[in-house]
């Protein structure tokens, strides 16, 4: 099926957490994206949280119609997924009483989805990863030929200047499923990386967060319900300044939008999967032209992060 629509359609696959939550509202007010569907992911929190999670936010968004399939709950080797609620809550959005979701997923699991809607549109969907990469692993292990019909991946992950998150070097969403993102980086798949380097350039601040507070809509007042719980988590390891936020979903969503937000590069990467130090890694092998079969990357390494932000704020504000 061609598709007529002018925008950028998406799928978008996430786990909901707090981050996610803001950079799916982006998405969802842009008038750059078609969202044709979200699924999600174990990761922040376990895999039914984060389904109920997203139905939650297309809810309070007015995007009930918009389909979520609920995908992997285990990693791409079977092994238990550690998850972030010391960051995002127990129930992944602050533990802020949100209220519970009318709507359902729907019956197809995620990665089924993810082949017929990449069928269907014919090598014009994007998709969007916000956290594990799961489901992309599993799907391109079940039809290889989704290298030709995604025209674009953006990744949530990876550190190249910048320290990671998870270890020193190795950023959460990659180290929270190493396997599946070795095999999604060496697939040949066209990936856009935006990772730490960007993202850890990328801070809201406290009269930033305001400005948002005082629109007095249900997304705002969601996002200043669920807020306080990663402010103070970040606070604590200091990851961010004094009151400050990274809602580090958001830049991925942003680049989608308008990558002209970012300075990037092609690297060569290949995702450590043995190093007892180093594990989930993104090794640029393009130094010294050490790995020369490894995939070409279009790696974010810096950010107009104010225009990112007012980018941000004008999607927020339309609710």
């Not at 895999?47 to 791409?76: H, M």
């Not at 039809?143 to 950023?171: C, F, K, R, Y």
């Not at 599946?180 to 990386?193: D, E, H, R, T």
């Not at 705002?220 to 400050?244: C, D, M, R, V």
Request: glycine share 8%; proline share 4%; net charge negative.
């Amino acid at each position: 099926m061609a598709n007529m629509n002018p925008n950028k359609s998406v799928i978008i696959d996430c786990d909901p957490g707090i981050d996610d939550a803001a950079a799916l509202f982006m998405a969802l007010a842009s008038d750059k994206l078609d969202v044709v569907a979200l699924t999600t992911v174990f990761g922040n929190v376990g895999l039914d949280q984060t389904t109920i999670n997203a139905l939650k936010i297309l809810e309070v968004s007015g995007n009930e119609k918009i389909p979520v399939y609920k995908g992997a709950g285990r990693t791409f080797d079977f092994k238990n997924p550690v998850d972030a609620r010391h960051i995002h809550g127990n129930d992944g959005l602050g533990d802020a009483s949100i209220p519970e979701p009318s709507i359902t997923h729907k019956a197809k699991h995620a990665v089924n989805a993810t082949i017929d809607i990449a069928n269907e549109y014919d090598g014009k969907i994007t998709y969007i990863a916000l956290g594990r990469l799961t489901n992309l692993a599993l799907a391109l292990s079940l039809d290889p030929a989704l290298v030709d019909l995604i025209s674009e991946v953006v990744v949530m992950g990876g550190a190249i200047h910048q320290p990671g998150n998870a270890t020193p070097v190795a950023s959460a969403n990659l180290y929270g499923d190493v396997m599946a993102a070795a095999v999604v980086y060496a697939s040949g798949l066209n990936i856009a990386q935006i990772g730490l380097d960007v993202c850890n350039k990328v801070e809201i601040s406290v009269l930033e967060q305001e400005k948002i507070w005082n629109l007095g809509s249900p997304v705002s007042n969601f996002l200043k319900k669920i807020t306080p719980f990663i402010q103070s988590a970040y606070g604590k390891i200091g990851q961010a300044k004094e009151g400050a936020v990274r809602y580090n979903d958001m830049p991925a969503v942003g680049y989608a939008i308008d990558d002209s937000l970012f300075t990037c590069e092609r690297l060569k990467i290949v995702i450590e999967t043995e190093g007892k130090y180093t594990r989930g890694q993104t090794v640029d092998g393009s130094r010294r032209n050490f790995i020369d079969d490894a995939n070409s990357v279009n790696v974010a390494l810096e950010v107009d992060d104010v225009n990112l932000k007012k980018l941000w704020f004008k999607t927020i504000s339309t609710y």
